[in-house]
């Protein structure tokens, strides 16, 4: 587990554009669970790639005209709880941090994993989720 101390710049970089922070299990399943529309939810990592392409791409694709109705975060590393309820919503995928994915109606419609992120520029990142907000919401 990370220090708060640490990880408080990397959370207050997706809250500060408008993303929900999801700190526990039950706050996971109660938004996850039962959500109408759409939702972009974000897996947050102290690595490298969510540092330099993750959080930058998911915040360059929310410039784009269609935006989920909801979005939120977990931090993994950080709130285990979250991350593991999160990560029931995106089977059949396997753990991946960072990832991004986009609900619809409470199913998994389209998913960005580590090994997309990794390597990529933000604008790449930004392209697949403004194609995605266009397809679904």
Do not use: W
């Given at each position: 587990?990370?220090?708060?101390?640490?990880?408080?710049?990397?959370?207050?970089?997706?809250?500060?554009?408008?993303?929900?922070?999801?700190?526990?299990?039950?706050?996971?399943?109660?938004?996850?669970?039962?959500?109408?529309?759409?939702?972009?939810?974000?897996?947050?990592?102290?690595?490298?790639?969510?540092?330099?392409?993750c959080?930058?791409?998911?915040?360059?694709?929310?410039?784009?005209?269609?935006?989920?109705?909801?979005?939120?975060?977990?931090?993994?590393?950080?709130?285990k709880?979250?991350?593991?309820?999160?990560?029931?919503?995106?089977?059949?995928?396997?753990?991946?941090?960072?990832?991004?994915?986009?609900?619809?109606?409470?199913?998994?419609?389209?998913?960005?994993?580590?090994?997309?992120?990794?390597?990529?520029?933000?604008?790449?990142?930004?392209?697949?989720?403004?194609?995605?907000?266009?397809?679904?919401?």
């Amino acid at each position: 587990m990370y220090p708060e101390q640490l990880v408080a710049p990397m959370r207050a970089e997706l809250s500060s554009a408008g993303i929900k922070e999801l700190k526990t299990a039950e706050e996971v399943q109660a938004q996850l669970s039962n959500t109408q529309g759409t939702t972009l939810l974000v897996i947050n990592s102290v690595c490298g790639c969510a540092a330099g392409t993750c959080r930058p791409g998911v915040k360059l694709a929310l410039t784009h005209s269609k935006l989920p109705q909801n979005m939120v975060t977990v931090f993994a590393g950080v709130d285990k709880e979250a991350v593991a309820k999160a990560r029931e919503f995106l089977l059949p995928y396997p753990p991946s941090s960072p990832s991004i994915a986009l609900l619809k109606d409470g199913k998994l419609v389209h998913m960005i994993e580590r090994h997309h992120i990794e390597g990529r520029m933000a604008e790449m990142i930004a392209d697949n989720l403004k194609a995605a907000f266009e397809q679904y919401c």
